[in-house]
């Protein structure tokens, strides 16, 4: 039993220690296998619809089969899915996070 919290607080500490850091670190954690980084933002073809949260990017994710591209200037974080003409877009940023670790 003992080992099994000790392996159970070995694969918490990233997440909480990300949710520390900020939302932005902690999409990086949660949905790193979604993610794919980029250095240069895409082009929208059909113009760009923000949305409001990380979990609407990924249901558009799950749903298309399309992977999330990534791409970081400073503090804030470029979340972009192409879809046909779309863009889907969601910025967050860890400016003023409170890093604990």
């Known amino acids: 039993m003992l080992l099994t919290l000790g392996l159970g607080a070995a694969l918490l500490a990233p997440y909480l220690a990300s949710r520390r850091r ?13 993610l794919v980084s980029i250095t240069d933002l ?15 990017l990924a249901r558009v994710a799950e749903r298309t089969g399309r992977m999330i ?13 192409q879809d046909g003409e779309a863009t889907y877009h969601l910025r967050l940023s ?8």
């Open 42 to 56: 895409p082009a929208s073809a059909g113009g760009m619809i923000e949305v409001r949260a990380f979990a609407d």
């Open 94 to 101: 860890d400016e003023g996070a409170v890093d604990r670790a």
């Open 22 to 34: 900020g939302e932005a670190a902690r999409v990086l954690a949660e949905y790193d296998a979604m």
């Open 69 to 81: 591209l990534h791409a970081q200037s400073g503090p804030d974080h470029d979340f972009f899915l």
